[in-house]
């Protein structure tokens, strides 16, 4: 009878560690993907004396978002969007930034569109798509960053649309669906 004890107790104990284990192992696949927990707006200390704005860049680095402040010349919420897509494009300033490998080079900004529906259609030139060349999750990264640096840093737009040389695209890389707006694909569903 005290066996049976023992191996009740035992199966208890092993059932308690296993599922500490599936929540450790989610909660770190979940956070590993996860910029923000709640929907940010501008930095409060955006607009400084010399007419120039801090903004939010998020970029791709070992597997996850990094976050970089960039000052950049103080504008209308477009040329806000225009400025926050062209540094994003630079890649991360900061020595060891691995964004750079995931942004493909020789990448331009054909122009910038607001619709009605709160949607920022950015038209990128064809090398986004013809010079990238990651995997599924650099494909995700990159598409995420660019909708986190958008959406964190122009007010009134509620949602991201690549398009490349005017078209809608079904694919950047091949592996993550750009056809719909970003918030569907890397969004709102990647957060928890």
């Not at 989610?26 to 940010?40: A, G, I, N």
């Not at 402040?69 to 225009?82: D, G, P």
């Not at 994003?88 to 020595?95: R, Y």
Request: hydrophobic share 40%; charged share 25%; net charge neutral.
């Amino acid at each position: 009878m005290a066996i049976d004890r023992k191996r009740a107790l035992l199966a208890v104990l092993f059932l308690l560690l296993f599922g500490a284990g599936i929540a450790a192992g989610y909660l770190f696949v979940s956070k590993r993907h996860t910029v923000r927990t709640e929907k940010e707006g501008p930095p409060d200390s955006t607009v400084q004396a010399d007419d120039s704005s801090f903004v939010r860049v998020y970029y791709p680095s070992e597997g996850r978002l990094v976050l970089e402040e960039r000052r950049i010349k103080r504008a209308s919420e477009i040329a806000m969007a225009e400025e926050t897509v062209g540094e994003f494009l630079k890649g991360p300033s900061k020595a060891g930034g691995t964004g750079k490998g995931v942004i493909p080079p020789g990448v331009k900004v054909l122009g910038l569109y607001q619709g009605s529906d709160g949607i920022l259609y950015v038209d990128f030139s064809d090398e986004l798509r013809r010079n990238f060349q990651g995997d599924a999750a650099s494909e995700f990264l990159l598409l995420r960053g660019l909708y986190e640096s958008i959406i964190s840093n122009v007010k009134g737009v509620d949602d991201v649309k690549v398009l490349i040389e005017g078209k809608e695209i079904e694919s950047i890389g091949g592996h993550v669906l750009a056809l719909y707006p970003l918030k569907v694909t890397v969004g709102e569903t990647g957060r928890p």
